[in-house]
């Protein structure tokens, strides 16, 4: 079977750090991909994680676990147009991505 | 005009209605995707066509047919659509195609669908 699971909401004050976390379950794995979406737009692509460890970004990380199937989002310095919902999404070798339900992210002064 | 583009962005329709949504994409990919959004659900995946084939069909009801006349154009036809299918549909491509566990895939503004 195939299984998803990151925080419905998380609430972080402007400056500060988050990190949003994502177990997943799924056969054939290749990596994790994180997306952002904000209300109203489209996901658009944030990173991808094909191997263990941390991906740096500008104020993005992501790291993934492979042996503990568990990976995370981290943003730092956060600013109030980080406020969206995340999505990660493992990623499989012959089937698109699955998107869970994501994470709310809100931003508060 | 690049990336992924979708027409219209909004659109309201009655359940006896037939109307087309249109995606087209300018970054030469060879994948392209039907998804839909609902308000507190996950991106639910419709359609995958890899090199103008329809390689995927996540049994979505007959009332909804894509149509993927060449590499840039994807389209989703709705007919007598119930109320319950209102939600934002979302078009995406890839540069590889589905088959590709690497592949990242680019979306577009989205078609906001109200079924009255």
């Known amino acids: 079977g195939q299984s998803l699971e990151q925080p419905s909401e998380v609430t972080a004050v402007e400056g500060a750090i988050v990190q949003i976390n994502c177990t997943y379950q799924t056969s054939g794995f290749y990596g994790l991909s994180w997306y952002q979406q904000h209300d109203g737009g489209a996901p658009t692509f944030l990173s991808y994680n094909a191997l263990d460890g941390l991906e740096e970004t500008g104020r993005f990380s992501s790291f993934l676990s492979r042996s503990d199937s568990y990976g995370y989002l981290l943003l730092q310095e956060l600013q109030m147009k980080d406020s969206a919902s995340y999505f990660c999404a493992p990623r499989r070798g012959n089937t698109p991505l699955v998107f869970g339900k994501g994470t709310r992210l809100s931003v508060i002064a | 005009e690049t990336g992924v583009t979708q027409t219209p962005r909004h659109l309201v329709m009655g359940m006896t209605n037939k109307k087309s949504l249109k995606c087209e994409q300018h970054l030469g990919h060879n994948a392209m995707y039907w998804y839909k959004q609902s308000a507190k659900k996950p991106l639910e995946l419709m359609f995958v066509?890899?090199?103008?084939?329809?390689?995927e069909n996540n049994s979505v009801p007959s009332r909804f047919s894509p149509e993927c006349p060449n590499s840039s154009h994807l389209f989703l036809h709705l007919h007598t659509l119930q109320p319950e299918d209102s939600a934002l549909y979302l078009c995406?491509?890839?540069?590889?195609?589905?088959?590709?566990?690497?592949?990242?895939?680019?979306f577009g503004p989205g078609t906001r669908l109200t079924v009255l």
């Open positions: 066509y890899s090199l103008e084939e329809r390689v």
């Open positions: 995406a491509s890839s540069p590889l195609g589905r088959t590709s566990g690497t592949d990242t895939q680019y």
